[in-house]
């Protein structure tokens, strides 16, 4: 018994504020409130022990009530719910000890009969920490009157997600403390329209490693909190949230440069990006932020002096200077950014080669281009993720695949991270390209001259390869018959093997051919 007091007690403490309603244990109970402890003492129940908060109106209807199972059987539990004039609802479940089992360890199907339920509370405390509740199928019945939904210690998967989509009219949702089994779950979420404040915090089992993409076309949210985590990149999709106001992303894994495009979040009043591995770039200048929170130790500069700085924020001033083309391939802070196309090493210098733009080589991503050397291997691609494996483009929106909407430089096609082939534009026949003769054949590049050809002076981008008229890449030939990310594309004819060979033989150009980095069968 005296464990259960323990997390009752902590429970009160930590979750006060969802309710309003705090009882003063002195004040007598009227109405229904009266009629549950007279109920309860007539079977020999403490009222103090189950009841922790009983509220009814003026006309002595039950309102608003707090309860848990631990002293309660099934029938006591369906008879505090009978009461249909209940619009807010917080039960608690324990799982119990050694020493004691609760009769009924059960969420009551029941619940979604009050007709007039506005807020639901939902905890589970397991008999072990690590323990979470996972819902039965077809346990959430449709509802348009539920506003707010809480759900803490649950198991999180697409079952629950699905169900939860079933309160049309759900304005809020906090998932806390609960574990969730892949970050693509949430997708319908998309399907309530009204939702407009979302929170799903991590316990120390099973956080989300992604941050879930699903989120960024959910433009009616003005309140995003995604906390104790284990995410190591945003994407700047973000910018789509115009109608956030509150966003905390504090306690995750983070390193992301934030973009200039972030400050286009004009409605953002409150930001938390504390307790990450390194945010880089700029400081927000949005005019709404009332408070802004880094960790002092970010890679960042910062652009305005804001009110919502703390005072222990010590970024030094941007400069000027830091946005400008360095004319002496120079750049970094103070020195300016390379121009399009050239990666800044981490010694200063503007250039191509890997050392220049690998970030796993220190690349300097906001003075200029860099790139990830490794294949992507979740379908998704760009910076943060990789490069398209098996001659796959990347979509400007960072997903590889095969169609046009991927591969057509019209349509955004990230040439570093995959194939990109032109748009409708007639193939060349004379070995030429440009406005006059077209693009030149798929497996061929446009230099900047206008000829068709595979090699480095055809082919890369630095070179002055044309994007609009054939293929291009960073990519340089290999000199050592290796192929890959470390290496390379192999010379024209010659196919990558998937152990990154170059060769002309099935072993090189059948199952496994790299074609991101050379031909293939």
Not at 36 to 55: A, N, R
Request: hydrophobic share 25%; with cysteine; glycine share 8%.
């Amino acid at each position: 018994m005296k464990l259960k007091n323990l997390l009752k007690g902590i429970t009160l403490i930590l979750f006060s504020n969802s309710f309003a309603f705090a009882k003063d244990k002195k004040v007598e109970l009227k109405g229904n409130c009266k009629d549950i402890k007279t109920y309860l003492e007539e079977k020999k129940i403490d009222y103090e022990e189950s009841i922790s908060e009983c509220e009814v109106n003026r006309k002595g209807k039950l309102i608003s009530i707090n309860f848990d199972n631990y002293n309660l059987n099934e029938d006591d539990i369906k008879k505090i719910l009978s009461y249909e004039t209940i619009e807010s609802l917080s039960y608690t479940v324990y799982e119990g000890n050694i020493d004691f089992t609760p009769s009924y360890i059960k969420f009551p199907s029941e619940i979604f009969n009050l007709k007039n339920l506005k807020e639901l509370y939902l905890k589970y405390v397991g008999f072990r920490e690590y323990q979470r509740y996972s819902l039965s199928m077809n346990y959430f019945k449709q509802s348009e009157t539920i506003k707010k939904l809480t759900l803490v210690g649950f198991e999180i998967n697409l079952n629950s997600i699905d169900q939860i989509s079933n309160l049309i009219g759900l304005e809020e949702l906090i998932l806390d403390d609960d574990t969730y089994k892949s970050s693509t779950i949430f997708d319908p979420l998309k399907f309530l329209p009204h939702l407009q404040a979302l929170t799903i915090h991590g316990s120390s089992y099973l956080e989300l490693e992604e941050f879930p993409v699903t989120i960024y076309n959910m433009t009616n949210l003005k309140k995003l909190s995604i906390t104790r985590h284990r995410i190591q990149t945003l994407s700047n999709d973000l910018v789509k949230l115009k109608n956030l106001e509150y966003l905390d992303l504090s306690d995750n894994e983070i390193e992301f440069e934030i973009p200039e495009s972030f400050n286009e979040l004009k409605e953002l009043k409150y930001i938390d990006l504390r307790r990450n591995k390194n945010f880089k770039g700029k400081t927000l200048t949005i005019s709404n932020l009332e408070k802004c929170y880094y960790d002092n130790n970010y890679s960042l500069c910062r652009a305005k002096k804001m009110k919502c700085f703390e005072k222990n924020i010590t970024f030094e001033s941007c400069t000027d200077e830091d946005n400008k083309i360095n004319p002496h391939n120079e750049c970094g802070k103070g020195k300016g950014k390379c121009a399009e196309g050239l990666c800044c090493s981490k010694y200063g210098y503007c250039g191509s080669s890997e050392n220049h733009c690998l970030i796993s080589k220190g690349c300097q991503s906001g003075y200029g281009f860099c790139k990830s050397n490794t294949i992507s291997t979740n379908g998704r691609c760009g910076r943060d993720y990789g490069i398209c494996p098996n001659g796959k483009c990347c979509s400007k929106y960072g997903y590889c695949g095969n169609s046009e909407k991927y591969c057509s430089t019209d349509n955004g096609c990230q040439l570093d991270y995959g194939i990109c082939s032109p748009s409708n534009i007639p193939i060349s026949t004379n070995g030429k390209c440009g406005v006059s003769d077209g693009k030149c054949p798929f497996d061929k590049c446009c230099s900047k001259y206008g000829q068709c050809g595979t090699s480095d002076k055809h082919c890369l981008i630095d070179k002055g390869c044309q994007t609009k008229y054939g293929l291009c890449t960073t990519l340089t030939i290999s000199k050592n018959g290796r192929c890959g990310p470390d290496y390379g594309r192999c010379s024209s004819n010659y196919c990558c093997s998937k152990y990154g060979w170059c060769g002309k033989s099935e072993e090189y150009c059948g199952i496994g051919c790299q074609s991101t980095f050379g031909k293939c069968n």
